[in-house]
């Protein structure tokens, strides 16, 4: 047995759930008797709804599939070797589950050595090597085709990429040494780290072609005809494939200078993959693409016992699968039909949500206002944007007719809301007034009609309280831009039945947003944890910290924007009440800041000036602050906040405020941006002993977001 | 309005390999529309020359259109093939003659002006779709005696019509096949069948029919180069006791897709396509469906007549071979030799096989290489024979013809 075989088992050992791909191989005449032909096709026997990967056992058949070729090829008996994936799918990269059980250093670098070994050898061979990109190809299914020495490219091709660094690792199986060397280093930081770093953004198939990555483009129709009719007159000598030559001097350094300003602007350093892969992209300059392997081990190795890549593959999982089947939704069997949808104002908040519902549900909406101007403007600002919608060519004039027809404003709401299915409010954020508006809409809609709300703090069953139906109003809280951020904050009120629950849920899913069951608590959960956490910088900035330390102190999280920018961007009156309504409830816990109050009644909307370009205190700001004497340092405040947060988690777990802490994490990154490598925050809590020192335990068990013990 | 008959001509034609219908053949894992797709794309990568937006037709044939075959096939695989969406089309079957009849319906509508150019085909995958799925015959055709029996299968159909001619003995029909297989495996070693063939690619996920995974398809996988009269000599005759058809010497069941350009002369000239025949006449005709085999006779004469031409002129014959004894009753009526070389110069169905709806381009797409090879043949002609008793003939004239004397 080779040495990468014996590897490979000792990994197969380790992962024995692994979905197996098999490398099958089979042989024909090429056309215009160009001679025989191996073609391997990777396949995990599963349809497209389950892709394949790369586990240990699946890299040893291509390890075998391989072996048999090379003697073929050495033989003499065929003229070249192709690889590629069962229908819709090449290969979407190394199993993840596999990757999540590795325990030790020496495992993780049996992975990278293992996949190595294997892809490398189809370089090696004696006869040119093909890889034809008929589907879906990621990680190592797009590095597996940049060890072969042609590649042709479907143009249906939905999705291609490196989401290495998106997850917390490298393309570690030849990704950051041989793409730079076949396409430039500046094409490749944009798919390994702009790419990347962008929410994962998919290349397809022309875009594929068009960065050289691949040397021949088809269509879907017969991509595999084509590339096959392509290979024979590459082997015939009739097509010559021409590359670019590589810019390998200052064009390098300065793309692998572009990598690390994106990576800063979008981790600020807190995460070390984007910096591993571009230290390695630096160094095959050089061309030397075994030291560039050997690199790539070290780097897969350590980021895979490291926290960061746990809490990613963690977070990764999160909104893939726990964001589509929500904790704690009821039977998705009780949901009721929705087919007109009712909007309680018409202001800008409701306005969004207007075209939100219009173009997931398509259903009739009917906004309604206190007077026909406002109305006028609400329907006006939904036609707008469908208007952009057509001019982006998002939508066509068809689509864009029948969304206008579908959105109408009136001022009787018993006209509007009579035979409405859903009717969310979005008025003036006052119990009061909300009550009212309710009451108004059960005595016109339909009995069976959902009464949602989206009230960013104030309670759902109080707001229910004084209806005939209390049991079918839910809290239906989106954040903003309601357009952008997928998550919804979905409450259940005491009163609240499972059906109007569950129509809630499947309402959620059809605007694909994502959607988390939560309590009719204080402020729910984002905006729970984050007035918390700014609470907490505002107390030490009051106390006598200055402002740029306070800000300073968070950097190494990681987190999309500063404290007081992101306070910014919610705007301080805002930001002022919901931390009132906090201290309303929690006092021990939960301060105003007389600073912000300040800031506010002077009607500032912000801290920083930006006339520099970069963002200074406002000097009118920093007049009207009054603080103490007492000075922190960065790792005091970060320690501070960090303590008030997980105290904060801790005590919304207990009151039993969502179902796990995985909730908590799912909510802050898809509602507040909190990046993958904090896993939200528990995994990073639990990581830095944050959790253990406030609450006395960990939040997740040990393996769950981090090295398994 | 005054009106003038165009001519038509045939552009182009293509197939993809035919494969053995069942679990073990090569198109087991493929679907039907695919394969007919895959020949119009094709047919459109070898005519640049003709731009997508002016083909006003898309007819595509199918004896069994359901599932991959349903849909209004001629539309769907339009529209799959990438051709634009104002190209139009629809679906046609007479059985056999299903791709015949949909060349010469569009040409008759290309004559009449209403088209200038048009993809006309045809695609049977038997395997998926085997002979009878799905049909409802009327309980009237045997309580009225309408028809016999034996009229609904086509072995059956060529044993009657081993009954009507008895000097058709099984040695002839054998020694017919034998040599099928001889011209077919000559024409291959010379090149003349590939070049019309599409390479389809396949998919095989059960290993008890080859190796798996993804392969490429570059020939027909029923040939059976070197095959004997002593081979073909003892297989069973599965339509009756005692009988005289057997697989050695029918064509067998069989998955493929042809297609091809059919144009009026003048868009042809003027867009530069190829003309590789012109269309002399054509003409359907029906006969008791129990001896369905004798259709190309009575089609042929009025084919002729309607061409004022004779068995004479035709220097050049390409007769589906569904059956052997159904080729030789046409040419025992003609008086034409068993191997005269005017006849399926490139073998026929027997050795490349019979994807029912798909093979009359097949026919076609040979004779305008022959007619290539031979200017001094001016005319051929390319008939069947049809299930429930019909015959289809086509005579087609060289555009090639350098006035000689054949």
Known sequence: ?709 | MPRTVRDVVFVDGVRTPFGKAGPKGIYHETRADDLVVKAIRELLRRNPGLDPKKVDEVAVAATTQIGDQGLTIGRTAGILAGLPTSVPGYSIDRMCAGALTAVTTVSGSIAFGAYDVAIAGGVEHMGRHPMGEGVDPNPRFVSEKLVDESALFMGMTAENLHDRYPQITKLRADEYAVRSQEKAAKAYANGKIQQDLVPISVRRTTPEAGETGWGLVTADEPMRPGTTLENLANLKTPFRVHGRVTAGNAAGLNDGATASVIASEEFARENGLPVKMRLVSYAFAGVEPEVMGYGPIPATEKALAKAGLSISDIGLFEINEAFAVQVLAFLDHYGIADDDERVNQYGGAIAFGHPLASSGVRLMTQLARQFEEQPEVRYGLTTMCVGFGMGATVIWENPHFDGGDK
């Open chain 1, 1 to 709: 047995m080779s040495t990468t075989a014996e590897l490979l088992k000792g990994a197969a050992e380790l992962f024995p759930d692994e979905v197996v791909t098999q490398a099958h191989v089979r042989h024909f005449d090429l056309p215009f008797g160009a001679g025989r032909f191996a073609l391997i096709t990777l396949d995990n026997g599963h349809d497209h709804t389950k892709p394949t990967t790369f586990g240990p056992q699946s890299l040893a058949n291509l390890d075998t599939a391989i072996d048999q070729v090379e003697k073929e090829a050495a033989d003499g008996e065929i003229v070249g070797v192709g690889i590629t994936g069962k229908p819709f799918i090449f290969a979407v990269g190394a199993d993840l589950k596999g990757v999540e059980l590795l325990k030790r250093h020496e495992d993780a670098l049996a992975i990278g050595k293992g996949g190595h070994e294997v892809f490398k050898r189809l370089s090696k061979l004696a006869v040119p090597t093909f890889a034809y990109y008929n589907g879906a190809a990621m990680g190592g299914g797009v590095e597996v085709g940049l060890h072969c020495t042609y590649r042709t490219v479907s143009a249906a091709l939905p999705a291609f990429s490196l989401p290495e660094v998106f997850l917390g690792l490298v393309p570690g199986w030849g990704g950051c040494t041989l793409l730079p060397n076949l396409i430039g280093a500046d094409k490749a930081v944009t798919v390994v780290i702009e790419n990347s770093l962008n929410q994962n953004k998919q290349l397809k198939g022309k875009q594929v072609y068009e960065l050289g990555i691949a040397d021949a483009l088809f269509e879907g129709a017969d991509f595999l005809e084509q590339s096959l009719i392509w290979t024979a007159s590459v082997l015939k000598g009739e097509i010559e494939v021409e590359r670019p030559v590589i810019d390998r001097g200052e064009a390098w350094d300065q793309a692998v200078a572009r990598g690390r300003f994106i990576a800063d602007g979008k981790v600020h350093g807190a995460a070390p993959a984007a910096y591993r892969a571009l230290d390695i992209i630096a160094a095959a300059k050089n061309g030397d693409l075994q030291q560039g392997y050997d690199a790539e081990d070290q780097a897969l190795a350590d980021l895979i016992m490291g926290g960061e890549l746990r809490a990613g593959i963690y977070a990764f999982n999160l909104v893939q699968k726990r964001g589509k089947r929500p904790a704690g939704a009821p039977d998705k069997n009780l949901a009721r039909p929705v087919t007109k949808v009712g909007v309680v104002g018409a202001g800008l908040m409701a306005s969004q949500l207007a075209l939100l519902f219009l173009r997931r549900l398509e259903v009739p909406v009917v906004l309604t206002d206190i007077d026909q101007e406002r109305i006028d403007k609400g329907v006006g600002y939904v036609h707008a944007e469908i208007d952009k919608l057509l001019g982006k060519g998002r939508i066509n004039q068809d689509k864009a007719n029948r969304l206008k027809a579908l959105v109408t404003g009136v001022l009787d709401k018993a006209e509007g809301f009579a035979d409405a299915d859903f009717v969310i409010e979005a008025v003036f954020e006052e119990m009061g007034v909300k009550q009212q508006v309710f009451a108004e809409v059960e005595a016109v809609a339909p009995e069976h009609a959902i009464l949602a709300t989206n009230t960013s703090s104030l309670s759902v069953t109080e707001m229910a309280s004084k209806l005939k139906h209390p049991e079918r109003v839910v809290g239906f809280h989106f954040f903003n831009p309601v357009a952008i951020l997928p998550l919804l904050e979905i409450v259940r009120g005491e009163k609240t039945d499972d059906a109007s629950l569950a129509t809630a849920f499947a309402v959620a899913k059809k605007l694909k947003k994502t959607a988390v069951l939560v309590k009719d608590a204080p402020a729910f959960v984002v905006n729970r944890i984050l007035t918390r956490f700014m609470g907490e910088i505002q107390n030490v900035i009051d106390e006598g910290t200055p402002v740029e330390v306070a800000e300073k102190a968070v950097e190494p999280l990681g987190l999309p924007m500063s404290p007081l920018v992101l306070l910014e961007l919610v705007g301080p009156a805002i930001g002022l009440h919901v931390s009132e309504t906090l201290n309303k409830a929690f006092p021990d816990r939960f301060t105003v800041s007389p600073n912000l109050k300040a800031v506010v009644e002077a009607g500032k909307r912000g801290f920083y000036v930006y006339d520099s370009g970069k963002p200074e205190l406002d000097p009118e700001v920093a007049a009207l602050l009054k603080q103490g004497d007492t000075v922190l340092t960065e790792d005091q405040v970060r320690a501070r906040v960090l303590d008030a947060v997980a105290q904060e988690i801790g005590l919304m777990l207990d009151e039993g405020v969502v179902a796990e802490a995985q909730d908590i994490d799912l909510c802050l990154i898809t509602g507040a941006g909190w990046p993958f490598h904090l896993g939200g925050i528990t995994p990073y809590l639990d990581r830095e002993g944050v959790s253990e020192r406030v609450t006395g335990k960990r939040f997740l068990e040990p393996g769950v977001a981090s090295v398994p013990a």
